[in-house]
């Protein structure tokens, strides 16, 4: 094994490829444990390819990023170009994949951010990358940050693709070149992010979007297929998601994002919106249709209360007139047939009438008393000849005419009306009449009332409440739609649609607004041309 590189004292050999051999070393003069990567013998036969990568190296050491591996060092050993570099302690993004199958989708978002804030750093300095794979991303230990390696090397091209291919191997992990590298054609940073997307899809479907049996058949279909939808792969993904992987591979250049600032930012809204929504902290809006069906219920539930209040307050009022009118009717017509057996004291017709009204008629109780207050008749037997005593407990209802109504507590703690009124012999009170009607069959057809309007009240607010809440789901369902599209729109992905055909106000709103998406969409499409033309622009004036 190698023991020196330069000045650097190599600790062990710590991975082999294609194009290099990286080293764990030491460096004495600052003491500092690095990684060597020592270009491999037979790569330096070709004079223009060795001086090729030490140019493109020394023109990457500039590079100062948080997400890129920093370049210390660049120097030769004996015609054998060497790159020394910040060794990282981490693993890398293809064993990552390998290990799990499924990767939170808030992990994927803060690695591409990552890779895309570094990219688009790179690409403001002139450099593209040209080989970004799993490989050359290392995740640290903190599983937080990754950084990009191997810049300056991916950029070292001495064969076209048709000789890499012949020779077995191509310029870029095949999978991962954008379709302007498989047919040769001039690339600048937005085959960087071509190849991101592909990162991207394969992290959350654990697919590579472009696979086949032969590299001419890969080679194919990146040139000339697209690849499965992310979407038919990983239904629950955001669709604000969807679109920025597709959008990343799109075929054309000037259809990608135009930088990878753009593509930053673009992931940092969808990781904004998941993150706001998994904190659940915001403000929540009551639907519309629980907040109409609430005020429907509540507005219908006051007017039925009002309504039934009265309703019932009448009907009783009126029933109570009605028991009030027929027991004073029946009171002063028992006075009536009694007077004549009163004046003449005859008690036994007096008995035998009770009885006999009693026998025909659902009365509490009757009771005659004489002149003197003592009770000559009655269906109780134990009270003759007693002295009558109004009950303590008695109420005043009304009055009408000559008949006192009063209220009070008869046995068993049933309440009845009492209606008094005089026997008159010309004019002449010569006695008086208690006629007791019962109150409870009164207040059990008010409560039957009671009921009757509770379960009116009750249907008819159940019966508004769906038919309000279906009204407001049916008006909130468009509504919901059409924010969605808004919210799509406001974070810049002008490719949305809303696919949903309607033959009402809200179809023509839905129609206008696939009108203003596609209008933004091609602005877009014309901003990130004319952008890519400048650029083009002024990487030309910049080689001249």
Known sequence: MVEHIGRYQIIEEIGQGAMATVYKAHDPKIDRTLAIKLLRPERCIDEEYRMRFLREARAVGVLSHPNIVTIYDVGEVE???????????????????????????????????????????????????????????ILLED???????????????????????QMGEVLGTPQYMSPEQVIGKNVDGRSDLFSLGVILYQMITNQKPFKAETLATLLFQIATENPQPVGDLAPDLPGALKQI????????????????????HALQRVLGDIEELALDTGERIIPIQVKWSAIMAAVVSLTMIICGSYMYSQQKQTMTDQVLTFGSSLAKFIAVETAESVLSEDWPSIELFVQDTIARQDFNYLIIVDHDGVIRGSNNPEILQSQYNKPTDSEPVSQLN????????????????????????????????????????????????????????????????????????????????????????SHGHFSYRIAVERKDEFGQVFNKFDNMAEALQKQDETRALEQSELNQENKQRHSA
């Open 402 to 489: 000559t008949v006192i109504v009063s209220r009070h507590v008869f046995t068993d703690n049933e309440e009845v009306l009492d209606f008094d009124t005089p026997i008159l012999f010309q004019n002449t009170e010569i006695g008086r009449v208690h006629l007791g009607l019962p109150i409870a069959p009164l207040e059990r057809v008010a409560n039957q009332i009671v009921v009757l309007l509770t379960i009116l009240l009750i249907t008819t607010i159940i019966a508004v409440v769906v038919v309000v809440y279906i009204l407001g789901k049916l008006t909130a369902t468009p509504l919901a739609t059409l924010l969605k599209g808004i919210n799509e729109i």
């Open 143 to 165: 599983a937080e940050t990754v950084k990009i390696t191997d810049f300056g090397i991916a950029h070292v091209e001495t064969l076209d693709v048709t000789q890499h291919t």
């Open 79 to 137: 015609n054998v170009p060497y790159i020394a570099m910040e060794l990282l302690t981490g693993t890398p993004l293809d064993e990552v994949m390998n290990a799990t199958a499924a990767h939170p989708i808030e992990k994927v978002l803060k690695y591409g951010v990552q890779i895309a804030q570094a990219l688009d750093y790179a690409h403001s300095k002139g450099i593209v990358h040209r080989d970004i794979k799993p490989s050359n991303i």
């Open 245 to 264: 992987i597709d959008k990343l591979l799109k075929k054309q250049p000037e259809k990608r994002f135009a930088t990878g600032r753009d593509v930053a």
